[in-house]
Structures are given as structure tokens and as C-alpha cells.
């Protein structure tokens, strides 16, 4: 009598997943920030490669410091897509809701990974 030889390749057999479906980048995720009436104070530009928008600058004076990041990519406004526009287009975009009570501006911003060891004030110039 023999073993029944059904017993090998049960190890590492499961098939590895990388990133959950639902994100397909895996290290940006959506945030909605709500901006209020007037002048944001923040900066947007585009990179050499195109749109979308990114934010390049957030000044002092922002009601939006601490709210929106260096670096996050405006995606919608108003649940307005502007994915394709030009950082001037969202800039006007923007400037011609100023008077609303409430815009809100959705960026794509990378995931704050566990090897980030950026203590988030570093790089502000002294007082």
C-alpha cells in the first residue's frame, strides 16, 4: 500500500495580490477637501507631461493649509471633472466660484506610506 502522492505544491500555491482591485494605483487615494468663499491662497501647475493640475504652492494665508497638500492632483470640482484641464482652466475654474459658500475640490493624493519619515513641518522656512 502507497501514499496517495496529493500532498506537494500545497505551499505558495495561492495566487499573490499586489494592490486590492478597487485601487488600481494602490498608493493615491481620493480626498475631498471643502473650500470656502474667496481666495484659496493655493497654487496650481501642471508637469511637463500634462494634466491633471497639481498644487505647487500652498501660501501662508490659505484657508486651506493643512487641509489640501503640496503635490495633491485636482481631479473635480463641484464633482466637476477637470482631469484634462489646463492648470490656468482649473485656476479659473476655481476663481470664478469664488463667491460660492462652498467648493469642493477633489485631489489624488499618494497614500502616506509607512516608510514616510517626514515630519510634515521640515521643509517650512523659519519665522
Known amino acids: 500500500g502507497g501514499e496517495p502522492a496529493s500532498h506537494f505544491g500545497l505551499a505558495g ?7 486590492p482591485p478597487s485601487d488600481p494605483a ?10 470656502p468663499a474667496g481666495k484659496l491662497g493655493v497654487v496650481v501647475d501642471m508637469s511637463p507631461t ?11 494665508s490659505s484657508p486651506l493649509l493643512g487641509e489640501i497638500r503640496l ?16 492648470a490656468v482652466n482649473v485656476s479659473k475654474l476655481l476663481a470664478r466660484r469664488s463667491r460660492n459658500e462652498r467648493r469642493r475640490i477633489t485631489v489624488l493624493r499618494e497614500r502616506d506610506g509607512p516608510s514616510d ?8 522656512p523659519p519665522p
Do not use: N
Not at 519619515?117 to 517650512?124: H, I, K, L, Q, Y
Open 50 to 60: 500634462g494634466p491633471p493640475a497639481y498644487v505647487c504652492e500652498v501660501k501662508e
Open 26 to 35: 494602490g498608493t493615491e487615494e481620493l480626498v475631498h477637501v471643502d473650500a
Open 71 to 86: 503635490g495633491d492632483k485636482i481631479v473635480a470640482v463641484d464633482g466637476e471633472d477637470v482631469q484634462t484641464m489646463s
Open 13 to 19: 500555491s495561492a495566487p499573490v495580490r499586489e494592490t
Open 117 to 124: 519619515s517626514s515630519d510634515g513641518e521640515a521643509d517650512a
